[in-house]
T-cell receptor
Framework: GENVEQHPSTLSVQEGDSAVIKCTYS??????FPWYKQELGKRPQLIID?????GEKKDQRIAVTLNKTAKHFSLHITETQPEDSAVYFC???????????FGRGTSLIVHP | GAVVSQHPSWVICKSGTSVKIECRSL??????MFWYRQFPKQSLMLMAT?????????EQGVEKDKFLINHASLTLSTLTVTSAHPEDSSFYIC?????????FGPGTRLLVL
């Protein structure tokens, strides 16, 4: 089955810096890659996603890049703010399956 | 956007009792819902896939007789933790999918004394 590795497990940055979280996947049939943000004690919420026919997608301060050949995708957050502090999960799904395989999560801490 | 509710948000119960958690899709119909368990500072662990009108599909290692799932309608799935024990204490989250996207409920924090 699919295996998703996520790094780093913890990321600490100063407000205004950029943050990058990386994920690798094992199944080349995976074609949909969502990112979820989970604030402490709250539900995970989809923040951005990318499909395998696209190399990059951007939404304001967040962007996701995908390298299908290397089977890795990354979340980029620019101009980080304290409210970006949360746990971020990447996931991978393959066509025909609606069950995502989640990464282990990255705890992002943005210091004011 | 799609909204999923979950009830109760937290529950404390005595060891040996059963607890029912409800998951509802509020503004859409969900033929498939998912139940996850999350330990502190850990990822989401899929317990089972709940299919409307049919039996749930459980992940390996999840006891189906202990975690009873019922998906009686297109907007409601329930998870019953039977004969709960302290080791069942956890954060339980449901989700419903719209195409590939999962919309999560707010979670239920269960504490078994």
């Amino acid at each position: 089955g699919e295996n998703v590795e996520q790094h780093p497990s913890t990321l600490s940055v100063q407000e205004g810096d950029s943050a990058v979280i990386k994920c690798t996947y094992s199944d080349s049939a995976s074609n949909y890659f969502p990112w979820y943000k989970q604030e402490l004690g709250k539900r995970p919420q989809l923040i951005i996603d990318i499909r395998s026919n696209v190399g990059e997608k951007k939404d304001q301060r967040i962007a996701v890049t995908l390298n299908k050949t290397a089977k890795h995708f990354s979340l980029h957050i620019t101009e980080t703010q304290p409210e970006d502090s949360a746990v971020y999960f990447c996931a991978a799904l393959k066509g025909g399956s609606y069950i995502p395989t989640f990464g282990r999560g990255t705890s992002l801490i943005v210091h004011p | 956007g799609a909204v999923v509710s979950q009830h109760p948000s937290w529950v404390i119960c005595k060891s040996g009792t059963s607890v029912k958690i409800e998951c509802r899709s509020l503004d859409f119909q969900a033929t498939t819902m998912f139940w996850y368990r999350q330990f502190p500072k850990q990822s989401l662990m899929l317990m089972a896939t709940s299919n409307e009108g049919s039996k749930a599909t459980y992940e390996q290692g999840v006891e189906k007789d202990k975690f009873l799932i019922n998906h009686a309608s297109l907007t409601l799935s329930t998870l019953t933790v039977t004969s709960a024990h302290p080791e069942d204490s956890s954060f339980y989250i449901c989700s419903a999918r719209v195409r590939e996207t999962q919309y999560f409920g707010p979670g239920t924090r269960l504490l078994v004394l």
